[in-house]
């Protein structure tokens, strides 16, 4: 008999079909990961440095101080407001921390 090690968890997700692959991966990815694209945004937003790069396989932002570009294989998509990308992506880890809390109890 096989054990299901299943987690609830959230998932971001847009209609823009241009963003599919961006929000596909974050959704695969861990907390700590997450955590790095926040702590990214925030360097960059205080203008520590410039030129900072973050994603996953597919996909990659370039994030500067206000806007940053969105990159699928080296392949200009977007750009989207690092703000924005900040705010998501701290809504979205809280959501992820949430459910992880409430898998825990549960299974306690």
Known sequence: MINLDIKVKPILFTENRDLWIFTGEVNQMTSSE???????????????????????????????????????????????STKEILKMLQDYKNALDYFETQNSIESS
Request: hydrophobic share 35%; proline share 0%; with cysteine.
């Open 34 to 80: 997450i955590q790095n694209g926040i702590d990214t945004c925030v360097y960059a937003m205080e203008g520590k440095q410039t030129g900072y790069s973050w994603g996953l396989e597919v996909f990659e932002l370039l994030i500067e101080k206000e806007i940053s570009t969105l990159e699928y294989h080296g392949d200009f998509v977007t750009e989207i």
